[in-house]
């Protein structure tokens, strides 16, 4: 392992002395690190006194953030011009792991114990979805350290970790952790407490204190210290493509619901009605999953049908086979939201107006520095775009 500037000066010569003196290769593989700079470019150097101090920013982030922070920001080989800005990235990482594990804790019951056989359990979408997730993560991640693209396996593990397991499978696995005496809730723990000991053992590497402190909280009698553990195992069969392709139009459903929410400024609290016309044989995913669309998206209830008409004053989403209405009556004051974008809408209008004459002047684009002209250029299109989305939401008030 070492820096690429330095391939001659010290790589090249031992290469050279192996075969001179020992009439072999010292060794086969080498590892270039990303060379860290400053914000101007220039190399970290103690005698600039441009290089932080490491403790400094252990202090201040923690030292398992920094190690992952700092990784993930480092590609094989290539300079980085590094900002303890960027650590945040990993603190947050890190603060989110803290306190997903804390949630689950939090739900597991006293003595219990959660040797659950994945194989022979009935096991629900969402949790044969993570467990497929969770293996091909792994198989993902054991493909970058093997090709030493630490920055790609330290991705992989933060992708799944925020995206599949926080953002989706905790917030699933709420509707059935809520039923402490229930033998779903007992398999959905199972299966949580089983992914998250493999997200510990994963990070491990780059993360060793925060990683062994909660893999205390959650190892087994027969367990050994998560720094001498097994590593995880790639497992095919419980790869379920099936159960991928189904969730992923669940997801899609959700966040089409959401989206809509959000855009019309519906109040979280509020609870909506979903109207859905449909042609196709998906019907069964909106049925066996209601509570599921229920919980995630703040509906009251769910009228599924083939010939329904669509509500007055609704949002339309299509998905697939289905179209998607959201009656917003009752949600917000059509007539106050209407006005609000109406203003929204004539107030863009002419903040389009002023860029496009500023960037058709010659004196402009030949006088004003380059990042002043992409900025201009780049609020354009952000307010085409929202102008874009005024006029739908308008038309869909009207």
Same mark, same amino acid.
């Given at each position: 392992?070492?820096?690429?500037?330095?391939?001659?000066?010290?790589?090249?010569?031992?290469?050279?002395?192996?075969?001179?003196?020992?009439?072999?290769?010292?060794?086969?593989?080498?590892?270039?690190?990303?060379?860290?700079?400053?914000?101007?470019?220039?190399?970290?150097?103690?005698?600039?006194?441009?290089?932080?101090?490491?403790?400094?920013?252990?202090?201040?982030?923690?030292?398992?953030? $920094?190690?992952?922070?700092?990784?993930?920001?480092?590609?094989?080989?290539?300079?980085?011009?590094?900002?303890?800005?960027?650590?945040?990235?990993?603190?947050?990482?890190?603060?989110?792991?803290?306190?997903?594990?804390?949630? $689950?804790?939090?739900?597991?019951?006293?003595?219990?114990?959660?040797?659950?056989?994945?194989?022979?359990?009935?096991?629900?979408?969402?949790?044969?979805?993570?467990?497929?997730?969770?293996?091909?993560?792994?198989?993902?991640?054991?493909?970058?350290?093997?090709?030493?693209?630490?920055?790609?396996?330290?991705?992989?593990?933060?992708?799944?970790?925020?995206?599949?397991?926080?953002?989706?499978?905790?917030?699933?696995?709420?509707?059935?952790?809520?039923?402490?005496?229930?033998?779903?809730?007992?398999?959905?723990?199972?299966?949580?407490?089983? $992914?998250?000991?493999?997200?510990?053992?994963?990070?491990?590497?780059?993360?060793?204190?925060?990683?062994?402190?909660?893999?205390?909280?959650?190892?087994?009698?027969?367990?050994?210290?998560?720094?001498?553990?097994?590593?995880?195992?790639?497992?095919?069969?419980?790869?379920?493509?099936?159960?991928?392709?189904?969730?992923?139009?669940?997801?899609?459903?959700?966040?089409?619901?959401?989206?809509?929410?959000?855009?019309?400024?519906?109040?979280?609290?509020?609870?909506?009605?979903?109207?859905?016309?449909?042609?196709?044989?998906?019907?069964?995913?909106?049925?066996?999953?209601?509570?599921?669309?229920?919980?995630?998206?703040?509906?009251?209830?769910?009228?599924?049908?083939?010939?329904?008409?669509?509500?007055?004053?609704?949002?339309?989403?299509?998905?697939?086979?289905?179209?998607?209405?959201?009656?917003?009556?009752?949600?917000?004051?059509?007539?106050?939201?209407?006005?609000?974008?109406?203003?929204?809408?004539?107030?863009?209008?002419?903040?389009?107006?002023?860029?496009?004459?500023?960037?058709?002047?010659?004196?402009?684009?030949?006088?004003?520095?380059?990042?002043?002209?992409?900025?201009?250029?780049?609020?354009?299109?952000?307010?085409?775009?929202?102008?874009?989305?005024?006029?739908?939401?308008?038309?869909?008030?009207?």
């Amino acid at each position: 392992m070492t820096g690429p500037d330095i391939i001659f000066f010290w790589v090249a010569r031992m290469i050279i002395a192996g075969y001179e003196f020992k009439s072999d290769l010292p060794f086969k593989d080498v590892y270039f690190t990303s060379i860290l700079r400053d914000e101007t470019g220039q190399k970290f150097s103690k005698s600039l006194g441009n290089s932080p101090d490491p403790f400094e920013l252990f202090n201040e982030y923690g030292t398992d953030a $920094v190690r992952f922070g700092t990784m993930l920001m480092s590609p094989q080989g290539l300079d980085v011009l590094f900002s303890s800005n960027r650590l945040e990235v990993g603190r947050n990482f890190m603060n989110k792991l803290w306190n997903a594990s804390r949630f $689950v804790l939090m739900n597991m019951k006293d003595g219990q114990t959660l040797d659950i056989n994945f194989e022979k359990e009935n096991l629900d979408l969402p949790e044969q979805w993570i467990l497929s997730k969770t293996q091909k993560s792994i198989q993902a991640y054991n493909r970058q350290l093997e090709r030493f693209h630490f920055n790609e396996a330290a991705k992989v593990l933060y992708d799944f970790t925020w995206n599949d397991f926080c953002d989706w499978y905790i917030e699933i696995a709420k509707i059935h952790l809520r039923e402490k005496d229930s033998q779903k809730g007992d398999v959905v723990r199972g299966v949580i407490v089983h $992914v998250l000991k493999t997200i510990l053992a994963l990070l491990h590497p780059y993360s060793p204190f925060i990683t062994e402190e909660l893999w205390s909280q959650f190892k087994a009698e027969k367990d050994l210290e998560l720094i001498v553990s097994p590593w995880p195992d790639y497992h095919p069969e419980l790869v379920d493509s099936k159960a991928e392709k189904t969730m992923g139009f669940l997801q899609d459903i959700i966040i089409a619901v959401r989206t809509i929410r959000g855009q019309m400024n519906v109040p979280p609290g509020k609870k909506a009605d979903m109207v859905v016309r449909m042609h196709g044989d998906s019907k069964f995913v909106l049925e066996k999953y209601d509570d599921v669309i229920k919980s995630l998206c703040g509906i009251r209830e769910i009228s599924v049908g083939e010939f329904l008409d669509k509500p007055p004053h609704s949002a339309v989403a299509v998905i697939r086979d289905m179209e998607i209405f959201l009656p917003l009556e009752g949600l917000i004051d059509v007539a106050l939201e209407q006005e609000r974008l109406e203003k929204r809408e004539a107030d863009l209008k002419v903040y389009i107006s002023n860029i496009q004459k500023k960037l058709s002047k010659r004196d402009f684009l030949s006088r004003a520095p380059k990042k002043v002209v992409e900025r201009e250029e780049k609020k354009l299109i952000e307010m085409n775009n929202e102008l874009k989305m005024l006029t739908i939401n308008l038309e869909i008030l009207q």
